[in-house]
């Protein structure tokens, strides 16, 4: 997920608030197997994500798979020397909060990475953060395209060495949800509903511009607050515009009743999505039969890749599903594994100097992940462009269509 919105810093007022977040700080190490060594002591693996709030559905489940892929670890003695322990932190979807989450990770010189965050407005807030102590941050679920190049995409410049993401971006999932729903669903008025957050905006301007492209006229244009219940005024001029489709830059906690609305209203189209919108409680909370979304990846359930992983999150019987983003962070979190055991190597003693050597490594890591083929380009972008449209079908998400990607 994403936002573009200006870079924070940290102000001492809000430093204050760090002990006040660290109430919801969740750790987590599992146990190492008897032979391994673990004299040299603990590394930390860092996690930065919703964890209460609206949308914390996402967020636990990218805790539990960052746990998971620890544990799995600390049962291979993957870390030469040492116990890996998940430092879970709470960024309550709130840029500010989120700050506060860095900074403390920030200040622990055993953090070898943070898996993190979920929305790209705060990422924006934590990635100066991380990035000022060398702390390479992988994301496995930020979309907005300016993380990695820069707000001007026609002239890209990479805006952080330490930073990295799994997930495809919004310049790839943008058109290949208008591709889908203007050329294959045939939906040719199509209205233009945000929540003017960087995610939900910028995604529905790379929607806007290939469905255009494709043929597509939009016919309305509006805005709704993220805390918004009441979407008549809005949706009243929507239905005056008599669009076949509406489009919705945003999350679920917002799509869902908005969905359910139009319909009351009489305004019987599909609503479609981003990933913002690909959780169950969409459904849940009134997203309706014939809805669409489009999210990173091919369905986790699906994936040949991805059953080791299934199998052995249902064996931890989690409270939280893995959601939408659990594979996206268990791979997130095996690359910073993987790439500290290499610069380590079997005699190496950590000290964070090393992050520099670290961070390289996380650049040229590749695997065979439960998302399928891992891999970062030269601005820290996933190589795998693999996106899935959605549709609401008997009370849930059933894909579609899935295929690579182009912008």
Known sequence: MSSRVARLAVAPAVLLLLAACGTNKTEAGGSNAASCDTSKGNLVVGVVA???????AVGLGIQNATA?????????????????????????????VGAQAASKLAADDTVIGVVGTYNSSVAQ???????????PQVSPANTNPSLTVGDNTAAPKRQFDSYFRVCATDNFQGPYAADYLVTKAGKKKIAIVTDGKTYGKGLAEEFTKRATKDGATIVDTEQVGEKDSDFSGVLAKVKRAKPDAIYYGGEYPVAGPLSKQAQDLG??????????????????????E???????????DQLQSAQDFVKAYTAKAYKDPYAAYG??????????????AKTLGDNGTWAASM??????????????????PVGFDHYGDSTNKVLTVYQVSGGDWKAV??????S
Request: charged letters at 20%; hydrophobic letters at 45%; a neutral charge.
């Open 401 to 406: 269509q899935t295929g690579t990607a182009t």
């Open 290 to 300: 014939g809805d669409l979304a489009t999210s990173v990846g091919a369905p986790t």
């Open 125 to 135: 807030a934590v990635q100066p953060i991380l990035a000022a102590r060398k702390i």
């Open 355 to 372: 992050r520099d050597a670290l961070v390289k490594n996380i650049g040229s890591y590749t695997a065979s992940g439960a998302t399928g």
């Open 327 to 340: 594979a996206f962070a268990y791979d997130a979190a095996n690359a910073i594994i993987a790439s500290t």
């Open 50 to 56: 919703p964890l209460t709030g609206s949308v914390s």
């Open 68 to 96: 998971l892929a620890v544990d799995e670890a600390n049962a291979k003695c993957a870390v030469k020397g040492y116990k890996l322990v998940m430092v879970g932190e709470d960024d309550q979807a709130t840029p500010q």
């Open 267 to 288: 305004l019987a189209v599909a609503l479609m999505g981003g990933d913002g919108i690909f959780d169950k409680k969409f459904v849940d909370l009134g997203g309706k």
